[in-house]
């Protein structure tokens, strides 16, 4: 909700506390979505290097947990990113990435 009432700055902080409460529980298949949505956040805020980590990390544990519309999410997360800083190539690189994922899904 923070998200689209144009607050990222909040809507970080409270994702900060969501990562700490999940990690301390494990919760892999929720830091994905939390660093990933963390990692949007950042992106509207410019801060294209801490977005980036953060997606990565998302990423990361959405490959543990083998959540292949995580997955996707996240590289279309990393299209975004680039496609802010106007690296078209790379952008559709990331985008293609996502769409070879969840093409192959029903949900």
């Not at 990390?57 to 106007?86: D, M, R, W």
């Not at 078209?88 to 690189?93: A, D, R």
Request: charged content about 25%; overall charge neutral; hydrophobic content about 40%.
């Amino acid at each position: 909700i923070l998200l689209f009432l144009n607050q990222p700055e909040n809507a970080i902080s409270w994702y900060k506390k969501a990562i700490v409460i999940a990690d301390s529980l494990k919760d892999v298949n929720n830091l994905s979505a939390y660093y990933g949505a963390m990692g949007e956040a950042l992106v509207k805020l410019k801060k294209y290097k801490e977005a980036e980590k953060a997606i990565l990390a998302a990423l990361n544990y959405a490959k543990q947990t083998e959540n292949i519309g995580q997955q996707a999410v996240c590289f279309t997360n990393l299209s975004n990113l680039e496609l802010e800083q106007n690296n078209f190539q790379k952008s559709i690189e990331y985008g293609l990435k996502a769409y070879e994922l969840i093409k192959p899904e029903t949900d």
